[in-house]
C-alpha cells in the first residue's frame, strides 16, 4: 500500500471509529443547553480546560513524545511504554498535590468545589491517553477506532444518567467523563494486552532522558494553546466593562458558541490521527516534500470548502446544536460562532504544520511559534473584550491563531520545503471574513451573496481535492 491510500486508509478507519462518536458528543450540547444554565456551562468548560491545562504538564508531554518514540522502529515498544507509564505516575501524584493549592488563585477561583473531581478526571484523561496512544502507535487503528465509538456511547449514557436523570449539573459531567475514560482504560489495556508492555525491568533511565529531551520544548506549546483557550473565557467571565456585556452568562454563551466549529475541528482531527503517524514514519522518504506539498493543499482546500459551507448553514446548525427551551440566552450564539470557524481553520493547518517540527524534531521552532500566538491573544483580550465583549474574544482567537498560521508556513517549509499557494489562501481567508461579517451584520437578502461566495471558494478549491481523489482511485 503506497504512503497515499495508508493515508487515506488510516483516515477512514479513524473516521469510521470518530465520526458517529462526534457527531453524537455534539449532540450533547442540546443536553448541556437544556439542563445547564449558561454560567453553568461557563464551569464546565473552565475545569474542561483546566484538566487540557493540567495533562502535559504533569504527564511531562505524553501525547507528543509517546506517540513519537513507539512508532520508531529504533527503540523498543516495551522500554518506551513502560518508561512512559512510571514518569506519568510520578506527574500525577504530583498532580494531587499541587492542585488542591490553585483555588487559592484569585482567577481560578471556579476550582473550588471540584478540586477532588477535577484532579480524579486528569487522572483518568491522563490514562486513557496512554493506553490510546500506545495502541495506536502498534498500528492498532481498528481498535483505536472502536475505543472511540465505546467511550462515546458510555460518555452519553453516563450523561444522560447523571445531569439529566439526576440533575447532578457540573459535577454529573465531571463524574461522566472520569468513569467514561476508566471504563475506556480497562478495555484498552485489556483488549490491546497492554500487560505485555509493563515492566519494572524495561524502565530505561537513558529512554526517559530521550523522550523529555523530545517533549520538554513541547510542554509550553501544549500549554501555551489551553491558555489561549482558557484565557478568553476567563477574561469573559471576570472582566468587567460598560461598553459590553460580560461575567459568568456570557462566558457560558462563548463556550457554547465554541461548539459548533468542532464540527470542522471533528474532520480535522480524525485526519490528523492519520496524517501525524504517515508524518513520522514517511520523515526519511526521498519524495517527502511532494508528499507534504499534495496533502497540505487537499487538506487545506476541504478546510476552507467545510468553513464556507458551515458559515453559510450557521443559524440552523446552531439551532440545532442547541436547545433554548430552559436558557432563551441561548438563541443569540449563532452570531459569535462565524469568526470560531474561520480561528478552527487555521487551528487545524497550525496543527498540520507542528506535526512537521515533530516529525524532524525541531520542536523548539512548535514553541515559539506558539508563544507568539498566546501573547498576541492575551493583549487582544485585554484590548478587545472591554470593547466588543464576546465578539472581541473571537477575533482575538482568530487573530492569534493566524499569526501562528503565517509564521509556522515560512519557518516550518525550510525543513520539509513543500509548494504552498500564498495568494489562494489569503483570497480564501478574505472571503470567509466577508461571509463572517454578513452573519453579524445580517443585511438584508445576505444569503444570497453568502451563496455565491461559498461557491466562489469551492470553484477556487476543488481541484486540488480531486487531484488527490485521482490519485487515491489510481491503481497500482
Not at 144 to 163: K, P, Q, R
Not at 216 to 223: A, D, F, G, R, Y
Not at 351 to 362: C, D, E, M, R, V
Not at 427 to 444: D, E, K, S, W
Request: net charge positive.
Amino acid at each position: 500500500m503506497n504512503k497515499y491510500k495508508k493515508l487515506a486508509f488510516n483516515t477512514i478507519v479513524f473516521a469510521i471509529g470518530n465520526f458517529g462518536s462526534k457527531i453524537l458528543l455534539l449532540l450533547l450540547t442540546r443536553l448541556y443547553t437544556k439542563y445547564i444554565s449558561p454560567s453553568g456551562n461557563s464551569t464546565k468548560d473552565l475545569l474542561e480546560t483546566m484538566a487540557l491545562f493540567l495533562i502535559p504538564i504533569f504527564s511531562f508531554g505524553l501525547q507528543e513524545y509517546l506517540i513519537r518514540f513507539a512508532l520508531d522502529h529504533n527503540y523498543d515498544k516495551k522500554e518506551v511504554f513502560t518508561t512512559s507509564a512510571g514518569m506519568t505516575a510520578a506527574g500525577l501524584a504530583a498532580m494531587a498535590v499541587i492542585v488542591p493549592l490553585l483555588k487559592f488563585i484569585p482567577f481560578l477561583g471556579f476550582i473550588d468545589g471540584f478540586t477532588i473531581l477535577l484532579i480524579i478526571y486528569t487522572c483518568t484523561s491522563t490514562i486513557r491517553m496512554l493506553c490510546a496512544q500506545f495502541v495506536r502507535a502498534r498500528d492498532m487503528v481498528k481498535l483505536f477506532s472502536l475505543d472511540g465509538i465505546l467511550a462515546t456511547l458510555t460518555l452519553f449514557l453516563f450523561n444522560v444518567l447523571f445531569i439529566a436523570k439526576l440533575d447532578m449539573g457540573v459535577k454529573g459531567f465531571m463524574l461522566s467523563v472520569i468513569l467514561s475514560d476508566l471504563c475506556s482504560s480497562i478495555f484498552l489495556f485489556i483488549t490491546g494486552q497492554l500487560g505485555k508492555f509493563l515492566s519494572i525491568k524495561s524502565f530505561s533511565v537513558p529512554m526517559m532522558k530521550t523522550m523529555l529531551r523530545f517533549s520538554v520544548p513541547l510542554i509550553p506549546t501544549i500549554v501555551m494553546w489551553t491558555i489561549t483557550s482558557l484565557s478568553d473565557r476567563v477574561f469573559i467571565r471576570e472582566m468587567h466593562s460598560d461598553r459590553a456585556v460580560l461575567g459568568a452568562d456570557a462566558a457560558g454563551l462563548y463556550g457554547i458558541a465554541n461548539r459548533v466549529p468542532n464540527l470542522i475541528s471533528m474532520v480535522s482531527t480524525i485526519f490528523f490521527q492519520a496524517w501525524n503517524m504517515s508524518a513520522i514514519t514517511e520523515n526519511e522518504s526521498d519524495d517527502r516534500s511532494q508528499f507534504y506539498g499534495k496533502v497540505y493543499s487537499a487538506y487545506e482546500s476541504i478546510l476552507f470548502i467545510a468553513c464556507a459551507g458551515l458559515i453559510l448553514l450557521v443559524k440552523p446548525v446552531t439551532m440545532l446544536l442547541t436547545n433554548t427551551d430552559n436558557f432563551p440566552e441561548y438563541s443569540t450564539v449563532y452570531i459569535y460562532v462565524p469568526i470560531l470557524i474561520a480561528a478552527v481553520l487555521f487551528t487545524s493547518l497550525d496543527q498540520f504544520l507542528g506535526s512537521i517540527y515533530n516529525a524532524t524534531k525541531h520542536t523548539k521552532n512548535s514553541f515559539w511559534t506558539a508563544l507568539a500566538a498566546c501573547v498576541t491573544n492575551l493583549v487582544l483580550n485585554a484590548l478587545l473584550i472591554p470593547e466588543w465583549g464576546i465578539q472581541g474574544a473571537s477575533i482575538a482567537t482568530l487573530v492569534s491563531y493566524l499569526i501562528c498560521f503565517w509564521l509556522r508556513i515560512i519557518d516550518a517549509r525550510y525543513y520539509v520545503p513543500f509548494s504552498f499557494n500564498m495568494i489562494k489562501n489569503i483570497f480564501n481567508t478574505i472571503v470567509l471574513l466577508i461571509m463572517c461579517g454578513f452573519v453579524i451584520v445580517a443585511p438584508p437578502k445576505y444569503m444570497l451573496w453568502q451563496t455565491a461566495l461559498t461557491l466562489v471558494v469551492c470553484v477556487g478549491c476543488y481541484q486540488e481535492v480531486l487531484t488527490m481523489a485521482k490519485k487515491l482511485l489510481k491503481r497500482g
